[in-house]
T-cell receptor
């Protein structure tokens, strides 16, 4: 089946620093989504990307759909304590009914 | 207003029991899903339903059965629970290519 490699697995950063994480796939996706999960909660959608090369921002978050359609990255600028959590990339190869293939997550830990 | 809601949030049960998890979405979406998150936080799709029709059934044991009485509900029934079924189960729904998740049900089998 499809596999997503998400890196880094964890990040320890200082408040105010910028963060970058990425996902690569063994196959092509037509949609890339980025989610954040807080403890005891479900994943919350941050950014959705639909076209190769697309660059989309949501506040301090910016994500891009790779040209090859096999990768995506998420950047967080000027991190704040509430950015702590697990960030997941997810890809979809077909239509909405196909479901999502998830990366293994990036644990973001911010030191004040 | 909760868009995708699941009950219960926590479920502790003994091996061999049968249990159900309920899910409801008020977003008017056509497709609903069940995902399983293991102890390492890995999320994997189990089922999806589109207009009451099963679209995907990954390599999930047939002890797990999704039931959709209508477009807004997708319940998960689990028979003969095993220790390895302990995980967090998430319901989700989508219209198009964005999926929205519930808060999860933490199932612990003892």
């Amino acid at each position: 089946g499809q596999q997503l490699n998400q890196s880094p697995q964890s990040m320890f950063i200082q408040e105010g620093e910028d963060v970058s994480m990425n996902c690569t796939s063994s196959s092509i996706f037509n949609t890339w989504l980025w989610y954040k999960q807080d403890p005891g909660e479900g994943p919350v959608l941050l950014i959705a990307l639909y076209k190769a090369g697309e660059l989309t921002s949501n506040g301090r978050l910016t994500a891009q759909f790779g040209i090859t359609r096999k990768d995506s990255f998420l950047n967080i600028s000027a991190s704040i304590p509430s950015d702590v959590g697990i960030y997941f990339c997810a890809g979809q190869a077909g239509g909405g009914a196909d479901g999502l293939t998830f990366g293994k997550g990036t644990h973001l830990i911010i030191q004040p | 207003d909760t868009a995708v809601s699941q009950t219960p949030k926590y479920l502790v049960t003994q091996m061999g029991n049968d249990k159900s998890i309920k899910c409801e979405q008020n977003l008017g979406h056509d497709t609903m899903y069940w995902y399983k998150q293991d102890s390492k936080k890995f999320l994997k799709i189990m089922f999806s339903y589109n207009n009451k029709e099963l679209i995907i059934n990954e390599t999930v044991p047939n002890r797990f059965s999704p039931k959709s009485p209508d477009k807004a509900h997708l319940n998960l029934h689990i028979n003969s629970l095993e220790l390895g079924d302990s995980a967090v189960y998430f319901c989700a729904s989508s219209q198009g290519r964005k999926a929205f998740f519930g808060q999860g049900t933490r199932l612990t089998v003892v």
